[in-house]
């Protein structure tokens, strides 16, 4: 459906030209009711070891129209959260409905299970967006496979998901280029097995807040100790197909960057997937805050949950660790990100 077409100014988010070029913007259509789970979004779910390549696998991407007509508003608050496959999505639920967590306009959302037994079959996308009224778009990472011999007894989804509240338009899906295969040959198995089939992948779609847009990627990178080349090179991916488009720009989710503390602690600049936006031009949401109260895992000292910006401004950056700790091996984070104004040129 294309439903509107806004003029875009050529040239970096912050930096316009004069000229203007039309931008269409296709908006994204979806059902507002739960789809069929039964229903596998992979072709290579029938047969998933006869797959043509285990790491590049052929998946459609889904998305819900769940959220109602909302305000155009010039701040938005931006959470992101690694939900551990929503193995507490009733705590998460309930906190959302209690106010332990801001309402969010924008969630980057990572770990999230579609129609698997260890979450009780459930769709915990859906029903995030669902209970918080927003649409989204969920993409397959992996097919998550068990089996018992030869016999496969379960295929079922996992990937991430991005959620507005606003309506989302131009959705685009890609498994990244450099990525690290999870498969476990036949060969390889045990009498009782579990597998994966797939990579990583990142999701970028526009935001249109009234008569704006922004762009905004939902992303979960590599997470290998031995990976810090796939990570980096995943996030410079994402930032080249962002600078595609025109306006302002926002990424994050859990990045897996354990070496970015390191530099936040430093001042140093080694850390691949922090360089890859911050040499473009992004900035870090959560700067303000010492590196010791950035913490985003439960279990390590590491800062690997963010979101970056490349225009506007940011304010009361925050991570939620007592009142969340039982939703997750994560820790939600959030920021409120005005990205229009002086600092984005418009």
């Given amino acids: 459906m294309r439903g509107l077409v806004l003029l875009a ?24 009711a739960m789809p069929d789970l039964a229903r596998r979004l992979c072709a290579e779910a029938s047969d998933p070891d006869a797959a043509p390549d285990t790491t590049f696998i052929d998946c459609a991407w889904e ?45 980057l959302l990572s770990e999230t299970d579609r129609g698997c037994s260890r979450t009780g079959t459930r769709h915990t996308t859906w029903e995030l967006a669902d209970a918080l009224g927003m649409n989204f778009v969920y993409a397959t990472e992996f097919m998550e496979v068990k089996g018992e011999g030869t016999t496969v007894t379960e295929v ?5 998901a991005l959620l507005s509240r606003y309506p989302i338009a131009n959705v685009e899906v890609f498994r990244h280029a450099d990525n690290v295969s999870w498969y476990t040959p036949p060969e390889e198995r045990g009498a009782t097995w579990s597998t994966r089939l797939g990579g990583r992948v990142g999701i970028i779609a526009d935001v249109v807040v009234g008569e704006r847009v922004v762009h905004v990627s ?17 996030a410079e991916e994402t930032v080249a197909r962002l600078a595609e488009r025109p306006f302002a720009r926002i990424g994050g989710g859990d990045l897996n960057a354990g070496t970015y503390v390191f530099d936040l602690e430093n001042g140093t600049e080694n850390d691949g997937v922090g360089q ?50 039982p939703w997750s091996d994560h820790y939600p984070i959030w920021v409120t990100w005005t990205p229009w104004g002086a600092e984005s040129g418009e």
């Fill in 156 to 160: 079922c989804e996992h990937g991430n």
């Fill in 63 to 107: 998305g819900g129209v769940l959220a109602g007509d909302e305000p155009a508003r010039d701040a938005l608050r931006v959470v992101s959260f690694n939900l551990e496959r929503g193995h507490q999505l009733d705590g998460v639920l309930a906190g959302f409905a209690a106010g332990d967590v801001p309402q969010p306009d924008i969630f």
């Fill in 276 to 325: 890859a936006f911050l040499q473009a031009g992004y900035v870090d949401s959560h700067a303000s805050l010492d590196p010791a109260d950035r913490v985003t895992l439960d279990n390590l000292p590491f800062v690997i949950d963010l979101i970056f910006a490349d225009a506007g401004s940011f304010a009361d950056p925050s991570i939620c660790r007592e009142a969340c700790e």
């Fill in 218 to 234: 939902s992303l979960h990178l590599a997470s290998g100790a031995l990976d810090a080349d796939v990570r980096a090179a995943q």
């Fill in 9 to 32: 100014l050529a040239g970096c988010a912050g930096e316009p030209e004069p000229e203007a070029e039309p931008y269409d913007l296709v908006l994204m259509e979806g059902p507002s």
